[in-house]
């Protein structure tokens, strides 16, 4: 009995040994790990990509029932674009994480705020050698029956075109989404952005069922989802 003992407590000793061996060598092995992961990621394979909650601040973009916001919905489903995208490697950059604008303080005229945003915004991407630049946006009309998603590139250049076909592929497949294509647009933002660039209209605020449908985590996540995809496959297929 007490020489089981004496065995027990050296299988013991030996156990803690062969465990803090074990955990030794996991950690240099992680650290390793995420070095080798690191390189890996530095090269010209990563991507970044620019993904921008349209309006935001001062200006809250499109109204409807007096308290709902686009800007709040841009910034929502732009976060869900990033945490699709970010598992796959691809790099984003949000030019904004909250509601806010770019335009200093004393700058009056709607057109020179509006401007002077737009371009600090485009100088974020720029500055970031972004590879792409997704602006999200959701649309409006008095009329109120429009409904759908529009994916918008700045005619003439082939790779924005490809970037909005793939994008819109994908947002045609929700459920109950009618069949826009990508179209082109002359909208400052797309214009004046060196690298490929979009604007997603992810669906109508004016559309009584669509505006029900975009405010509805689900619904934020079905979009988000098809946008990443369709960056994904842009990326993909290149
Ligand atoms: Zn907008």
Do not use: C
């Not at 409807?64 to 691809?90: C, H």
């Not at 918008?152 to 994008?167: D, M, Q, R, T």
Request: glycine letters at 8%; hydrophobic letters at 40%; aromatic letters at 10%.
């Amino acid at each position: 009995m007490r020489q089981m003992v004496v065995i027990f407590g050296k299988n013991l000793v030996s156990m803690a040994a062969l465990i803090i061996v074990g955990v030794m060598g996991i950690l240099l092995f992680s650290v390793f790990w995420q070095g080798s992961k690191a390189v890996i990621t530095g090269t010209n394979e990563k991507f970044v990509v620019m993904l921008d909650a349209g309006h935001g601040g001062y200006d809250p973009g499109a109204i409807a029932e007096q308290d709902i916001y686009e800007k709040e919905i841009n910034l929502q489903i732009a976060k869900k674009t990033r945490d699709f995208l970010v598992p796959s490697g691809i790099a984003v950059i949000l030019t904004r994480e909250e509601d806010e604008d770019y335009v200093p303080e004393g700058v009056t005229g709607r057109k020179t705020k509006k401007q002077i945003d737009l371009n600090y915004r485009i100088s974020m991407a720029t500055g970031a050698k972004a590879d792409i630049f997704v602006s999200i946006h959701v649309n409006s009309t008095v009329a109120g029956k429009k409904s759908g998603a529009e994916t918008f590139y700045y005619f003439g250049s082939e790779e924005s075109k490809n970037l909005a076909v793939n994008i819109q592929q994908e947002l045609i497949k929700i459920s109950g989404m009618n069949r826009r294509i990508a179209k082109p647009g002359d909208f400052y933002i797309i214009k004046n952005t060196s690298m490929p660039a979009v604007i997603v209209e992810v669906g109508y605020l004016s559309n009584i069922n669509e505006r029900e449908k975009l405010r509805q985590t689900w619904y934020q996540d079905q979009v988000a989802r098809a946008i990443a995809k369709g960056i994904a496959d842009f990326f993909q297929n290149k």
